[in-house]
Structure formats: C-alpha cells, structure tokens
C-alpha cells in the first residue's frame, strides 16, 4: 500500500475536495434560505401586530383564505356569501391583531 503520493490519493482528495464544496454550497444556500423564511415570517407577525406562533399562522391563512372566498363570492355575484364570508374573515383576523 502506498501512502500519500499515489495517483489515487491525488484522485481521493480531488473528489473529496469537490464533495466538500457541493456540501458547503448547499449548507450556505439553504442556511440562507431558512434566515429568510423566519425573517419574512416574523415580519409579517409584526406588521400584522400578532405573535410568531404557527397557531396564529394557520389562522392567518385561514382568515386570508376567507377574505378571497368573500372575493369569489363578490364575482360570482352571490352578495349574501361575499358578505358572511367577509364577516367571517374580518372576525378571524381581528382576533389575532394583538394578539
């Protein structure tokens, strides 16, 4: 066995080299990834005024997806569903304003 010099040394530290940097990339691009996620969503807790929690997201999702059926209801020309929908969403969100 041959130590250190070796053509599959040179080989070994070559592929090796090329798998840390693909690794290293990888770690900076998705680190990256998730500080921005948690930046935006804690940006938008604080715009909204309510606390970063994933209960109050799923809510605020719920309450968004609400006001957008109170839209379809508005297009679809249904005034009673835009209305309770409307309501409905008002009433989610309001609840985490403060919150």
Do not use: H, K, Q
């Not at 998705?30 to 996620?37: K, R, Y």
């Amino acid at each position: 066995m041959e130590s250190g010099n070796g053509f599959f040394a040179w080989l070994g530290e070559l592929v090796g080299g090329a798998i840390r940097f693909v690794v290293d990339a990888l770690r900076s691009l998705f680190g990256g990834l998730a500080g921005a996620v948690d930046d935006f969503l804690s940006g938008v807790a604080g715009a909204f005024g309510m606390s970063p929690g994933l209960f109050n997201y799923v809510w605020l999702i719920l309450g968004v997806l609400m006001l957008i059926a109170a839209i379809r209801a508005v297009m679809r020309r249904a005034i009673v569903a835009a209305v309770v929908w409307a309501v409905l969403g008002v009433f989610v969100l309001g609840m985490l304003v403060g919150g």
